[in-house]
């Protein structure tokens, strides 16, 4: 029986996007004090020092497969990206024609968890504005998916799969709206800051899990 359940501490509601986030070449520190995984005893966490988020310390023979199988192959040459990018796109187009963005109830716009519900015509317009922004950048967004997929399988750098993985899984948060913890798509949950699943369904606390 699989088991999805993270034993570690880890607070998943900490993660802030930022420019950083999109940034390579940042130390990866393992974090020793947030639980290890079961098959080989290692932290099941590493931090990337320049936006300070929390990654699954994933094996990096084991992430560059990923990067150049599952995400680089599949999800970029197949045409999963743009598949889901274009219908991302048309579903934000929608909700601007619509004007969606200034008649939902505050709870189906506001991004804010902790949001009150009142409504807030500055928070409407900004989400307005980011729709028109994810469409505008759909086609580089494929692009970035596909390089950061890519580059990261085969970067010489010892951490190049750690830093493709968070460059896919950062233009993925964007585009989609959030993390797919918090309900959004993506395609790989395993890269995203954070992590409690894998694609595949295998056991988070598994360090070759898919």
Known sequence: MINNVRTSVIDNNSFKLSLKSFRPGGKWTPCSDKGKFY?????????????????LNQPTDLLRFKLSVLTGFLA???????????????????????????WLPSSLVDPNPNSDG?????????????????????????????????????????????DGAKIFSSIEIAMYGGRMDDGHFGWAPCYQPEATSHGFGGDINNSRAF
Request: a positive charge.
């Open 39 to 55: 098959d080989n005893n290692n932290s099941m966490w590493t931090k990337d020092s320049l936006s300070g988020a929390v990654y």
């Open 76 to 102: 970029g040459v197949v045409g999963g990206n743009a598949l889901s990018l274009g219908i991302n796109a048309g579903y934000r187009a929608l909700k601007i024609v619509s004007l969606s963005h200034f």
């Open 118 to 162: 009142s409504y807030k015509v500055k928070m409407r317009v900004v989400e307005l504005a980011k729709d028109v922004a994810r469409i505008v950048v759909t086609p580089f967004a494929w692009i970035g998916l596909f390089f950061a997929s890519w580059v990261g399988a085969f970067s010489f750098s010892k951490d190049g799969p750690r």
